[in-house]
Nanobody, 120 residues
Framework: QVQLVESGGGLVQTGGSLRLSCAGS????????MGWFRQAPGKEREFVAS????????DYAESVKGRFTISRDNAKNTVYLQMNSLNPEDTAVYYC?????????????WGQGTQVTVSS
């Protein structure tokens, strides 16, 4: 099966930066696009950003535009989320997800998540 492994989470102060990584692997890794989601305590899971493997088209939630940048390394099947100007509202468990096909209507695979905590 497809395995997604997130890394790079941690504790930072307000205004700091973190870079999250998500490596995809599997006997046959199929992916049209990758996305980042987050879930804060007591909140619903929300979309953060996404990127297509081919072409690199990106999409961002309004709350992170101008602060977060999603990128990918096709050779490594790895997606990154560069997070700058972090604030306590960004505190959440961040998950990466895989959309297998261009015609998929949802994300098919999910990682275990990595904790991001921003202290004030």
């Amino acid at each position: 099966q497809v395995q997604l492994v997130e890394s790079g989470g941690g504790l930072v102060q307000t205004g700091g930066s973190l870079r999250l990584s998500c490596a995809g692997s599997g006997r046959t890794f199929s992916s049209y696009a990758m996305g980042w989601f987050r879930q804060a305590p007591g909140k619903e899971r929300e979309f953060v950003a996404s990127i297509r493997w081919s072409g690199g088209t990106t999409d961002y939630a309004e709350s992170v535009k101008g602060r977060f940048t999603i990128s990918r390394d096709n050779a490594k099947n790895t997606v990154y989320l560069q997070m700058n100007s972090l604030n306590p509202e960004d505190t959440a468990v961040y998950y990466c997800a895989n959309r297998r096909r261009f015609y998929s209507l949802k994300y098919d695979d999910w990682g275990q998540g990595t904790q991001v905590t921003v202290s004030s």
